[in-house]
């Protein structure tokens, strides 16, 4: 029996680095849009820092968890905050490890689970430069 983990995580320990595609960036964008025209532009540049404060905790947790069911619900969690903001590899490694807690694969989890802190810091990296390129040239977002 084949072990599923998601085809973005496969042969991750060789190159960490998922490429974010542009597809989801610009969701990302777009789903931040439709809330500042609800909530206004201060809100989203709060909600942005909040959540990626929030995705750095999480990714903290993961690998500190003992637990294999709160392990699973922490990359669940990263694994919804990163699909909002467009950041796949976050969201790659969150669902694989999500996949493998469920499977009682927990030294898999593991694994994954130490490869996130790279691949957050290219993905959110990528994620603000193009943001607040976005930002810069719609009057949106980052200050």
Partial sequence: M????PEAVQDK??????????RNLKAGYEYL??????????????FVE???????RLIR?????EDNKERKRLAHDLKSLSTMFGIEGVHALAEGIEICCGEDRAD?????GRLLPEQHRSNVLVFRQNYSSSANSSQKYMA
Avoid: H, N
């Fill in 33 to 46: 849009a439709s809330l500042e025209r609800v909530m206004g532009r201060e809100y989203v540049l709060q």
């Fill in 50 to 56: 909040d959540s990626l404060q929030e995705i750095d």
């Fill in 108 to 112: 898999e989890a593991l694994v994954l």
């Fill in 2 to 5: 084949t072990k599923y983990v």
């Fill in 13 to 22: 320990t060789a190159q960490p680095s998922v490429d974010i595609s542009a």
């Fill in 61 to 65: 947790k993961i690998p500190e968890s």
